[in-house]
Structure formats: C-alpha cells, structure tokens
C-alpha cells in the first residue's frame, strides 16, 4: 500500500536501532493495509446473536471477545446496522484496553481522554447499564462527537464532559473505581493508516508528548480511589512516551503499582531496556537509575506480531486503605404539572417502560428545555464544563414533548408500540436513513423506525405519511 507521505526518515532509524533484526518484519507489516475490525455492541445484541445475522463472515480477535476481522471489502461503515449502533469500528489494537481494564458493572468509570469514544463504548458494555461512565474531552468539538458516539450506543448512565484534567482532579479526587488515559501521543502506531501522523512526527514532538502525558497522569492519578485501577494508554511505539512515562510515574506515584496483564495471544511485553534515566526533560546530574524490571508488565501491540496497529497499554492500582470517596449525587428536578402531562401525553400509550425517576430539565431558552433522566449515583456537575449529565429523553419545546434519538437508540423494539420495522436491505430504510418522507400508512402519530427489530430512530406518521425525524446530522449524504 503506497501512502502520500513517506515515513520519517528519524523514525526510521530509531525504529532500525530498537528493533534490530525485527525491524525487517516491522517495515513490511507498515507496508500493509490494515484489516477491518468491529466490535459488537452487546447493550443491544449478543455476540452469538450478532453473528447469525452478520452480513460477513466474522473472524475473532483474540484479545477482545466482542471484537471480529472482517474482510477488506466489507461495508461495515455504510450498512443500517452500524446506524443501528450494533457495532462499531475500531482498530484491533485498542480493543485491548478495555479488556485489560475489564470495568465491572455498578463501578464508577472516567475516560478521561475519550473523543471519539472507541474505548468508552467499549467499558460501556462492560458496565452493561449498571454504574456510572463519566466521558471526558478536553476539546469542545471533540466532546460533542464523544456525545453523539455515546448517544448511538446505547448508553444510558453516561455523563459527558469538556474538562481539564486538573479540574476533574479537584473536584473528584479518589472517587473512580477505573479511569482511562488514552493519551494524546505522537501517533507512531497510526502511521499505517494517517498521513498527518506521518507529517507532524518529529523527535522533539515525541518529547513534548512525553511530558504532556505525564501531566495527564498525575490528574488522572489522584481520582483514582485506592483499590481502584489506572490505564494509561498510546498509539505509538516510542519508549519515551511508553515505558519512560510509566517509569516517571513510578517513581513520583509510589502508592501505584504495575498490574501483571493477561498474556493473550498477540500480546508482547513492555521494554525496560529502552528507557534510560535521566530521561530528557530531567535534570541531566540526576543519578542515573537502571529500569525496572517490571516494565515489561506493560503491553505492546506490534503491526509484525499481531493483525493491530501499535499500541501500548500499561493497568496500574492503587494501593492503600479502600476508602471511598462519596461525591455529590446530582440534583433531581420536579417537573412542573404541565411539562409532566406534556411527557406522559408521549410516554404512556407509547413506551412500555417506566419513565425514569431521576429527571433533570436542562433550559435552552424561554420557550425550550431538553429533559434528561439521572441514573442513581449520578455526580452532581455543576460548575463544569457539561456536555451531557444523563440520558437524554427529549426536548419540551412551547408546552410540547419530543423524544430525543438517545431515546430511540436506547430502547429495545418491544419497548414501543409503533413501530416501522423493515429488513436491512429494504429500499424503505435506506430511504429513512437520507432523511425522506415515507409513504407508509398506519395509526397516526410517532412511531420508532427499526432495522430487523433494532431502532434507527423517530417518525411522526400524518395522514399516510411518515415524516422523517432522524437526525440531519446523521443523514447519509
Ligand atoms: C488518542 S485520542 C482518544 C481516543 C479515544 N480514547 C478512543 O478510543 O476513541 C486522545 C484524546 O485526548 C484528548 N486530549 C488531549 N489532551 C487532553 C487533556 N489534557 N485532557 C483530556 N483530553 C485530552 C484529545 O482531544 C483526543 O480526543
């Protein structure tokens, strides 16, 4: 595969230098195109289930129960089912994490680096509904993509964030059973499929990356509870922002130890060998120190050992005495009694399933509020930068209820009354799906669109016509 940009000629002879003899097999596997993956959304459909009604042939991968290969030619990204939110794209490589991270359902869980939400979604299912998943973006833009991938999913005890990490540490130190640090790298293990990462490498950019991501890990480091566990993660190969941040984190965390990972097949070890202290950005008379051994605790995914991208993934716990930290639970509100009958005017013929109890009414204007159910141990984010506190129901729009897409896209076919349901290839979904008006008739009023039993999203059925209320953003072009 010929890419635009050629590798960097630095990079080259750095690799040359580490690898040695590997370095032939590792430039003929960057050479490659990258094979396909998915990961089965199992909050709307079982792996076994997934697979009987695949449209590919599905080949496992091995550190990721959920995760598959497909072949190059499958249209994984234009099928109704990836609307559907029954998968999602992702690279190999960072299926990895969450599996070693393995959240528990009913813990509290931070991503604190999660745009686009590839591993959010991931630990999502891991928690299956039960405990808290706080997703975090520093960059705005970023956070309102993390928002609509989390909202596809499914989630509904999501909370979405645009914070500093500084910030998040203040004001929940220790409160997080597990947090994430997929950290903002220089991208090596990209390189096989992104020409920027090619064009911004550079060895001082290595550097620079190294010592963000270790600001980043001293924040993440103090909301972690004791007990609880840290993952700190990159797409790239360079030892400095690898084995060399997780040794100076060490060594200024020693309440924190290297976890001994799963070894499963397509993992290699972590390498002290290619760290040296001083590290650049130390003082250069500190008393030079050999690595420790246990660095080789961490995981390495190479593109010449494992069908993956690069990637490294150290699981760190904190010690010490298990004591919870009790944050503060967000604020219910009471609806007033005409925005309640605005919502049980939906909700009652429509939706069989309790509306939620914890509501909270977020005011757009004067004449509009989007209404979002809390779950139980939902923290109170007032004060930060919130892009999401909950799951979003709707908007009560001048005396009005409409149902959100998170509120299509969460609930299961059987939960709805009315409904459309037509097969993957039905020129009706495919019709839904850009946005048209459908000739269908049937009882008036919404309805939930489904793709073989699984919701793409709201119609509004007058005369014989539905109108179309899937989201212009999501339309296909
Ligand atoms: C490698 S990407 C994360 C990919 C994501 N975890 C996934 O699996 O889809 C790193 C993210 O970190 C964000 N980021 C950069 N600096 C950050 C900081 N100081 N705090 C939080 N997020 C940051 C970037 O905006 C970017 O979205």
Redesign the pocket.
């Known amino acids: 595969m010929g890419r635009e940009t050629a590798l960097p000629l630095t990079f080259l002879a750095r690799m040359a230098a580490l690898l040695d003899e590997e370095f032939v097999p590792f430039m003929a596997a960057l050479n490659q195109t990258p094979v396909p993956a998915i990961r089965i959304n199992t909050l709307k459909i079982s792996v076994a289930d997934f697979a009987a009604c695949s449209p590919w042939p599905l080949t496992p991968i091995p550190w990721c129960e959920q995760g598959f290969f497909l072949d190059r030619k499958a249209n994984a990204g234009t099928h109704p089912f990836h609307d559907a939110g029954l998968y999602y794209i ?1 690279d190999p490589s ?1 299926m990895a ?1 969450a599996t070693l991270l393995a959240p528990q359902p009913g813990q509290r869980v931070l ?12 630990m999502a299912n891991f928690l299956a509904g039960q405990g808290v998943l706080v997703a ?4 705005r833009s ?2 309102e ?2 928002r609509r ?1 989390l909202e596809r999913w499914g989630t509904r005890n999501a909370v979405v964030l645009n ?3 500084e910030r998040l540490a203040a004001r929940w130190p220790g409160a997080f059973d597990r947090v ?6 220089s ?1 090596e293990g990209m390189f096989r499929k992104n020409d920027d990462a090619r064009t911004y490498w550079s060895e001082a950019h290595v550097q620079g990356c190294a010592l ?1 991501q270790t ?2 890990l001293d ?1 993440a480091a103090q909301l972690v509870r004791p007990g609880g566990r840290l993952a700190y ?3 790239t190969f360079a030892p400095e922002e690898n084995e060399g941040v997780i040794w100076r984190f060490l060594q200024s965390h020693p309440d924190f130890e290297l976890v001994e990972p799963r070894w499963l097949s397509g993992f290699a070890a972590g390498r002290p060998d290619w760290v040296a202290w001083p590290a650049a950005g130390e003082p250069s008379d500190a008393p030079a120190l050999s690595p420790p051994a246990e660095l080789a605790s961490t995981v390495r995914l190479w593109p010449h050992l494992a069908q993956a991208e690069g990637h490294f993934i150290a699981i760190l716990q904190r010690t010490g005495d298990e004591t919870p930290f009790l944050w503060q639970p967000a604020s219910a509100t009471d609806l007033s009694k005409a925005d309640r009958q605005a919502v049980d005017t939906f909700w009652e013929p429509l939706i069989d399933l309790p509306l939620p109890q914890r509501l909270t009414l977020h005011t757009r204007d004067e004449h509009t509020a989007e209404l979002l159910a809390l779950t139980d141990d939902a923290p109170d984010t007032s004060g930060l930068r919130t892009v999401r506190p909950g799951w979003h129901l709707g908007t009560l729009r001048k005396g009005r209820f409409e149902p959100s897409h998170a509120l299509a896209v969460a609930l299961t076919s059987d939960q709805v009354a009315n409904r459309l349901d037509e097969p993957a290839g039905s020129e009706l979904v495919a019709r839904y799906l850009r946005g048209e008006t459908l000739p269908v008739d049937g009882p008036a009023g919404w309805l939930l669109v489904t793709v073989a039993g699984f919701p793409l999203g709201w119609g509004k059925r007058v005369g014989s016509t539905i109108k179309n209320h899937y989201p212009r953003g999501l339309r296909w072009g």
């Open positions: 992702q960072t994490v991503d604190l680096c999660a745009s686009p939400g590839g591993k959010t979604t991931h975090n973006d520093i960059d970023r956070a993509v993390l991938t914070e500093s990490p994430l640090v997929d950290a903002p790298c991208g963000r600001g980043i924040s993660a990159t797409c």
